[in-house]
């Protein structure tokens, strides 16, 4: 298991040094562009590694990784942006994406784990596995990380408008979003220490008020992003709002109706709990 993590990091640390040597060659480029490019070299020295050690898997961690580096590198720049509200985003990225990479490490088996959504994808994929595990599992969502992640560029580079209430409720979501995901992770955790069997439905706690706490968390941690890059320059560009709508759409359209089909499968009790709880939010009941 300990060789399993330390492989797991060496590729990290490989694609990230990928990523800072290919910056030097895009310094042309718009800002935004020349991540975007280093981002999608990361992805494919991580793509690498999956299919060196045949597991997809190696790219799970990538999600919650990636935007802490780009947090980081933007701050580094050392641009006229607010340093509180730079402090601000950094706090709220930095607990979500620590929290989120804490709870893949606390469920990682090791190199014989791999996420049953590509197990499946590769029984229907067959030989055409591997070019969908690159577009489909690794670069697709890492098109998708990036596009939630152009506010930061609003608030965090262009963005001098002094700090205002769009920061601070900007915070406030970003703070109780990141306490949702690791409270409903505690619970569910705890929920499969004692349940008796894997066909039981946990429907206390924060499970009993949403099908879908942990969705809800993540999504609110988005929605902070784009309230931080509003704040900062007090509007909301094309590519503002397309990054968060993406987000956002990922989760309610894709990863919901996905995982409550293998529920339905798998519990025979979450029919009954679906037609009595909200997917997320009273709002937005999805059936």
Known sequence: MTKAYILICVSYLLALAAAWITLAFVADYHLMIQVLIADVVATIVIFAFSVVFKNSSFYDAYWSVIPMVIVGYLISLQTDAELIRQLMLALVILLWGFRLTANWAYTWSGLDHVDWRYVNLQKK??????????????????????????????????????????????????????WIEFQSDRELHRFRDVRHSRTEVLDTG??????????????????????????????ADYWMLAGSAAMILLFTIVSIPMIEKKLIEDKPGYVAYKAKTFSLIPLSKLR
């Open 125 to 178: 994929a067959g030989l055409l596995w591997w070019p969908l595990s690159f577009t489909g599992v690794h670069l697709y969502p890492t098109i998708l990380v990036f596009l939630g992640c152009i506010p930061m560029y609003h608030a965090l580079v262009i963005g001098t408008q002094p700090i205002n209430g769009f920061d601070y409720l900007a915070l406030t979501v970003g703070l109780v979003s990141v």
């Open 206 to 235: 924060l499970w009993s008020l949403c099908r879908h706490p942990n969705y809800l968390g993540e999504i609110g941690v988005w929605v902070s992003v784009l309230l931080f890059g509003y704040a900062a320059v007090g509007y």
